[in-house]
């Protein structure tokens, strides 16, 4: 496919499927037509998109299954966010809702302790059994309200043990990272994490932009971001990890050689 304005350069990012530089987004509740013309732009840019909590549990079951359809023909993967393990676990429906996903064709979970505190046995449990079906999973980790930067080695050995199970990838809590940008020593904790796991295992869910400016700046343009990235700020995500705009600095100018005065 020729490219507009393809006699400039930019900064190229591997193409989909991708391991790094991943980008998840939110699904508030869109109809078909809205969340087509966003992935008209957007879509090859989005690796998946976050069912938000159990919200289509007030439209049609037919709707649910044709935007999973509709996602999948543009190569992004839906998944039920962690709030719906979370509700099927406190009504004892874990099975229920292990089936339902399977039925209606998702491929991807997240498990998450958002409301539900879980043993480090029970949860272990519960991934493989989500596992054993053939689903994939992400699993959420950190707290959802902090009070002092992360122990990056407890966290390290948690998530690797995740990793180790078979979890695709672990979603590093909103709350976790705000502590960690705001705190003097937040660089060094977060380079100490992600060299005992890998950045490539990490999804880091940023709050504000000015996050997700700082994680592209410190770990590079494939830094994985999401999921509570909205449909409409894709569009503004990837030039930023391309050094497009103010936001970046405009940092892909600067690699181009000056021109003689």
């Given amino acids: 496919m020729k490219q507009a304005m393809d006699f400039l350069s930019v900064i190229e990012r591997a193409g989909k499927p991708r391991k790094n530089g991943l980008t998840l987004v939110r699904d508030p509740g869109f109809g078909l037509q809205l969340l087509r013309a966003h992935l008209e732009t957007a879509a090859p840019f989005i690796d998946y998109a976050k069912v938000r909590n159990i919200t289509p549990r007030l439209f ?66 519960f991934v493989q059994r989500y596992l054993d079906v053939g689903l994939k999973v992400l699993y959420e980790w950190g707290e959802k309200y902090p009070t002092a930067a992360l122990d990056p080695e407890r966290a390290a050995d948690e998530i690797s043990r995740l990793l180790a199970l078979g979890v695709s990838g672990v979603i590093l809590e909103e709350a976790e990272i705000s502590i960690l940008f705001k705190s003097e020593g937040g660089r060094s904790v977060l ?71």
């Fill in 191 to 261: 380079k100490e994490l992600i060299g005992a796991v890998g950045a490539e295992h990490v999804i880091f869910e940023t709050a504000t932009t000015e996050q997700q400016v700082w994680l592209i700046h410190e770990l590079g343009p494939d830094v994985n971001l999401g999921p509570n990235i909205a449909l409409e700020e894709v569009l503004w995500l990837e030039p930023t990890r391309r050094g497009l705009g103010r936001a970046s600095g405009y940092t892909a100018l600067t690699k181009y050689p000056q021109p003689k005065r």
């Fill in 60 to 125: 049609p079951e037919s709707l649910l299954i044709d935007k999973i359809a509709l996602y999948r023909e543009h190569d992004i993967e839906m998944f039920f966010g962690g709030i719906m393990f979370e509700a099927a676990y406190l009504e004892e429906k874990v099975d229920e809702a292990i089936g339902y996903a399977v039925r209606v064709g998702v491929t991807t979970v997240e498990i998450s302790e958002n409301i539900v505190r879980l043993s480090a046995e029970r949860k272990l449990g």
